[in-house]
């Protein structure tokens, strides 16, 4: 007998896993509950006053149900099967971040982030994973016994059973699962991301939290954790402001670009530290006590544009402005030393870049769409700049989908306690895409390639429509 059975296709797939995920973290971490009704009401606030324009990165539904999470595993085989999970729900890996040098605090991991990359899957919804993993073989944080007793110690725990890794392939190769399936699919990899309850060693937990706190939460316990689940804002000053005003205690400030009147470009973050919560210890002596350890906390994101290699480099050349004239090394701003980075940066920005997203990605800084709004104008117009000019092209921007290398460490740092050690003088360990691609089995894309391609695809589509190659 012939039947069909519908599949539950990647995407969404990826859409009650990211549900799922919300449901568990909002039952266990109160605050999280709290972030997410304060960005709905400062999204519903901003869409109502400035209507049309608010959507111009994102539906608001799918501003509103985004959500991005970071997770830490200790080896390249958990790296390898977690890789495998995210693949399940239409996740790939997007860019390389290392930050072990990008903080002053101990931070031994490289990084990439799963997410989907076709622009229609991301509409659908873009879930992202931040995923790290520590970085065992680097002799600047681990001596020889702690690495070998570290990879004894990951090598021997599972992070993911064989029942998930096969639904994940299946769902992988197939593009989704049957109904049952499905379900149980989204159960078992929620639940390898659950905080685990069995008790952490205190003396190898101790040990570890000595050379960095992330390697303790990595390698000092028994299992991997989502250790926060950020949605995304429309207004991230204001969302600070309304946290601020309701008793948490946000961290100093705002990562990554400036609070200015220009285009918000890339990404801006913030976030609150861990609570302490519940944990169980085992002592030397082998009894078992009830401590606590603060490990799950709460962010915030808000998008701006994507952003080109000239953007980037634009934006690494701005940033190391800052801390220049905050480092007191430029002349006639020495003051600068006294202001806030923000302040400094507003400054900085203020001179170098372009005040709307359009006159960004014409200058060739940022990744927009060409949208045709009146054709009859187009005249012998060759590039999109004379075109936007007649009025006959409008530039909308592509937001960027990705992480910042520093504003990520700011966001490991603000949730440590001590700073950890590292040995400058013993040789590190050499990470790059090339090596996570192979660990993982498939190619790390990179985030600008993938920004500048789907920009190029739409100038094409102009020409196509215009019967006559346009250029920038
Ligand atoms: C990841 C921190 C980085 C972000 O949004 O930049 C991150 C972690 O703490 O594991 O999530
Ligand atoms: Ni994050």
């Known amino acids: 007998m012939a039947h069909t059975t519908t599949l539950v296709r990647g995407a969404e797939l990826r859409a009650r896993f990211a549900v799922a995920l919300a449901e568990m973290y909002g039952s266990e971490v109160p605050a999280y509950t709290t972030l997410v009704d304060v960005s709905r009401a400062v999204n519903t606030d901003v869409a109502r006053a400035q209507g049309e324009a608010a959507e111009r990165l994102g539906s608001l539904e799918r501003i509103t149900a985004e959500r991005h999470g970071a997770i830490r595993v200790g080896s390249e085989r958990e790296l390898q099967q977690v890789g495998r999970v995210f693949a399940a729900f239409g996740m790939h890996p997007v860019g390389f971040y290392d930050l072990r040098d990008a903080s002053a605090s101990s931070v031994p991991v490289v990084s990439t982030a799963f997410r989907p990359v076709d622009p229609a899957e991301l509409a659908e919804n873009p879930f992202r994973v931040f995923t790290s993993m520590l970085a065992v073989d680097d002799a600047r944080f681990f001596d020889a016994p702690t690495r070998q007793r570290l990879e ?37 990899a929620t639940d390898a991301f659950r905080l685990s309850t069995e008790p952490v060693d205190r003396a190898w937990y101790v040990h570890l939290e000595r050379i960095s706190a992330v390697a303790a939460d990595v390698g000092g316990v028994p299992a991997t954790h989502i250790n926060h689940l950020t949605p995304r804002v429309l207004d991230i000053d204001d969302l600070y402001r309304r946290m601020s005003e309701r008793g948490i205690t946000m961290i100093d400030e705002v990562q990554g670009p400036p609070a200015w009147e220009g285009p918000d470009v890339l990404l801006r973050q913030t976030s609150f530290r861990a609570l302490a919560e519940e944990r169980t210890f085992r002592e030397a002596d082998g009894s078992v006590v009830t401590g606590s350890l603060r490990v799950r906390f709460g962010e915030v994101e808000q998008r701006g544009i994507a952003l080109t290699t000239a953007g980037r480099d ?49 200058a060739g800084l940022a990744c927009g769409e060409f949208r045709l709004v009146d054709a009859s104008r187009a005249g012998r117009a060759r590039t ?23 504003s990520a460490a700011g966001i490991f740092q603000s949730n440590l306690s001590g700073t950890g050690t590292k040995d400058e003088d013993a040789g590190g360990a050499h990470y790059d895409a090339d090596r996570l691609s192979a660990i993982l089995g498939v190619q790390v894309l990179d985030p600008v390639e993938l920004a500048t391609a789907q920009m190029q695809r739409s100038l094409d589509a102009l020409s196509a429509r215009l019967r006559t190659p346009i250029t920038l």
Do not use: M
Request: glycine fraction near 6%; aromatic fraction near 6%; charged fraction near 30%.
């Open 384 to 406: 999109v700049t004379d075109l936007v000019e007649a009025g006959a092209v409008a530039v909308d921007p592509i937001v960027y989908e990705d992480f910042l290398p520093r």
């Open 152 to 188: 004894q110690f990951v090598t021997e725990r599972h992070l993911f059973g064989e029942e998930l890794l096969a639904l994940a392939d299946r769902a992988a190769a197939e593009g989704g699962l049957p109904e049952a399936e499905a379900d149980e699919l989204l159960a078992l």
């Open 314 to 362: 634009l934006y690494d050349r701005l940033t190391a402005e800052v801390d220049a004239r905050r480092a007191g090394q430029v002349p006639g701003h020495e003051s600068d030393a006294q202001r806030t980075r923000v302040d400094v940066a507003r400054d900085v920005w203020r001179r170098h870049l372009p005040r709307t997203e359009a006159d960004l990605v014409l």
